[in-house]
């Protein structure tokens, strides 16, 4: 069986902090030997903070990961529904312009998303890196502005054009902190998954957190349901002490 996938990206302090994924087939499989495994490589590589997702999880896997010095920190719900759609779209977007829109979107963002593991805090080059990737199309990235030019929300599509069926992924949206109240996020919704669908997709997926009930009801609403969750798990792991052989 392969070794799970890991990364590391650099933080402030120049010490790494570690990302593992591990299917939960695999880990009903090999167990806490798994996850000890993924603990001993980030020890060896330097120790940090590791947040470990199991893919399709349960929550019984709760336990496995305790028995490696893992603890719950988080889950994740893939909802999805078909597409189209039966409700029309009465919110004016544009998409993304590369370039030109970086600095103002990035700062609607970070504000909406202000301490969040994964989208906050982006600088130039995390979104850099994002427009870099295969799947990165401007076009379905959505932006409405305010009265006065300035945007107040956005929704992110992204094409998993490798599943069958392929699937449309609301990656992002979010509305700035200043314009909630106004009811942007539905119309986000649905103008991504139109967007979508006008490219042909008939599935439309997203995450959200499951603590964060308020999206889950919007979702809910519009007719997502639950596909399957991850779960993450958190350790700060320690590198190994150095040895000498006192020569």
Known sequence: MPEPELEATPRPDNGPRWTARVHAA????????????VVERVAAGG????TLWV???????????????????????????????DEPVDLAVRSFRPGTDDAAWLAVNNRAFAGHPEQGGWEQATLDARRAEPWFDADGFLLHED?????????????????DPPL?????????????????GHGLVLAGLDWLHRH???VGMLYVDAANQRAVRLYERLGFTPHHADRAYRADVLSPPSTSDGA
């Open 147 to 163: 009265g006065e030019g300035r945007i107040d929300g956005f929704c992110w599509t992204k094409v998993h054009a490798d599943h």
């Open 55 to 85: 893919l399709h999880a349960r929550p019984d896997h709760d336990t496995v990961a305790a028995g490696a010095a893992l603890a719950f920190d988080r889950e994740l719900l893939q909802l999805r529904r078909p597409l189209p759609v």
């Open 168 to 184: 449309g992924e609301i990656y992002a949206i979010a509305v700035d902190p200043s314009a909630a109240g106004q009811s942007l």
């Open 26 to 37: 695999d880990l009903d499989r090999e167990g806490e030997r798994l996850l000890a495994g």
């Open 200 to 202: 042909g997709l008939t």
């Open 47 to 50: 120790g940090g903070p590791l």
